[in-house]
């Protein structure tokens, strides 16, 4: 068998390898240094394998200046400007800072609230109470008015209207004495004319005979004027007054849409001048919602006729589930079948529950408050009568005449041109008594009137009597108290 060479092997050796061993990998034996220098790798920064300083100086540049110090990203010592004034306090969307929580307390129903009394606040009573027929719903009451709001101009405003003083009047602006036309004379009567009246004052009494009326002589016609002087002022009066009401969700006019406006700054017109009338009107920006004081928010309060138990003592057997009755003259004990023998009953006022519907919310547990202003007209009237006759002169007051003077203006002049002079007078002392009087009420207008009624006395002669009667007015209205033939019931007729 021939024989030869194994590979990766040398024949004849190689690199001193015996034969029939692996030639050496390396030369020497030994593989090359990778570094020069005794096998030492490079230095990999210069000077004595220190790396060069990132930065000169050996510290990094100051981000910032003034010290390395960022610099404030606000004024004023670095603090940030208030997004709201008054201290950095948003304003309240709602009076007293906050809207009024529908349920006090972590929003259970039915708790109490700090500041609010309710009805239903107390002990329940130990034992039941006598049922009584005859109880009553508590009254509503007004909530404490330390929890109203406070409002500039309405600072004495309760739950009782407190009227406002009115702005000072400018007399600067006092209008002139108006031009006075002249007076006319009223008109007067025939003799035909007062003998027809006379006989339908006597057709109005049925105990009149009308013969005098027609048979008398008449004698004379005296002729005269009454006159009325009327004096008219038409006063603004208002008052204001805290009011609450059920809040059923009804827009809320409040102190955020604005200021309110000032007691006489509310615009309202009376609907006819020199009339009496009367307005309501709610001051705008003044309403806010405010839990009910009386049931603490729950909507219900406690009931008024068993006080909270649910159930009263039986009035049929007084409590005792017992009756006493006779039988045969001898007493004996029954069963109640009124109370099932329990001696007592189911209240029919809350039906067993111990609470009913609060009066003053319906229920709702909350209340609109806001005050409510209250405009009044008032129409002030004085007058005075000159009458000469011995005709009442109240007689005058109710028929009608000849208005021979009138005038209307915010501040009327006295009269000082009219024929009589007691009407002159009349005119003065009224205007200053009026001038002097409605302190609480703004003057709108002044109206002063003379009016002059004829007034007829009539002499007449009937048989052997003289008498009098008169006939005054534009309806001819007979006023004759010794007219000669009358008679009660039961008298003959002379």
């Known amino acids: 068998m021939a024989t030869g060479t194994t590979p990766g092997y040398a024949a004849g050796g190689y690199g001193g390898a015996p034969p029939g061993q692996p030639a050496a990998p390396y ?3 030994q593989p090359p240094a990778p570094y020069p220098q005794g096998g030492q790798p490079p230095a ?3 000077q004595g394998g220190q790396p060069a300083a990132p930065y000169p100086q050996g510290q990094p540049p100051a981000p910032y200046p003034q010290g390395g110090q960022p610099p404030a990203p606000y004024p004023q010592g670095g603090q940030p400007p208030a997004p709201y004034p008054q201290g ?3 304003p309240a969307p709602y009076s007293q800072g906050g809207p009024p929580a529908p349920y006090p307390q972590g929003g259970q129903q039915g708790g109490p609230q700090a500041g609010f009394q309710g009805q239903y606040q107390g002990e329940v009573p130990n034992t039941d109470l006598d049922d009584d027929l005859d109880a009553r719903p508590a009254e509503a009451l007004a909530p404490p008015i330390d929890k109203m709001d406070r409002v500039n101009g309405y600072e004495n405003a309760g739950f009782n209207s407190a009227y406002l003083p009115p702005p000072s009047s400018d007399h600067s602006q006092q209008p002139s004495a108006p031009e006075r036309r002249e007076f006319q004379n009223s008109p007067t009567i025939t003799e035909e004319q007062a003998r027809e009246a006379l006989l339908g004052y006597v057709a109005e009494h049925c105990c009149y ?3 005098a009326a027609k048979e008398m002589n008449i004698k004379d016609l005296k002729l005269s004027s009454a006159f009325h002087y009327t004096l008219e002022t038409y006063g603004e009066a208002r008052s204001s007054t805290w009011v609450c009401e059920p809040f059923t969700g009804q827009p809320i ?3 955020q849409y604005g200021p309110a406006p000032g007691p006489w700054e509310v615009a309202a017109q009376p609907p006819c001048m020199f009339e009496d009338a009367e307005v309501e009107v709610e001051v705008p920006h003044t309403a806010s919602v405010k839990p009910c004081h009386e049931c603490m928010a729950s909507g219900r309060s406690r009931c008024n006729r068993c006080y909270g138990r649910g159930r009263v003592r039986c009035s049929t057997c007084r409590g005792r589930g017992q ?6 003259g001898e007493r004996s004990e029954r069963y109640c079948s009124r109370c099932n023998g329990t001696g007592r009953r189911r209240c029919y006022t809350c039906g067993g529950f111990g609470q009913v519907t609060c009066n003053t919310c319906d229920g709702k547990a909350n209340l609109k408050c806001c005050i409510k202003l209250t405009v009044t007209w008032t129409n002030h009237i004085d007058d005075h009568v000159v009458e000469r006759t011995e005709l009442p002169d109240e007689l005058i007051c109710d028929v009608s005449g000849q208005v021979t003077f009138e005038e209307s203006q915010i501040k009327v002049w006295p009269l000082k041109h009219f024929p009589e002079a007691e009407v002159n007078q009349a005119s003065n002392r009224l205007i200053t008594e009026h ?6 009420e703004r003057i709108l207008m002044q109206r002063q009137r003379v009016r002059t009624v004829p007034v007829t006395e009539v002499f007449f002669k009937w048989k052997d009597l003289d008498s009098t009667f008169f006939v005054y007015g534009f309806e001819h209205i007979v006023y004759a108290p010794t007219y000669p033939q009358k008679c009660c019931c039961g008298c003959t007729i002379l």
Do not use: E, L, M, R
């Open 88 to 90: 950095g306090q948003p």
């Open 253 to 255: 006019d409040g102190p």
């Open 27 to 29: 030369p020497q034996g």
């Open 44 to 46: 990999p920064y210069p």
């Open 209 to 211: 005979g009308a013969g």
């Open 323 to 328: 009756k006493t009755s006779f039988v045969s």
């Open 435 to 440: 001038s002097n009087s409605f302190k609480d």
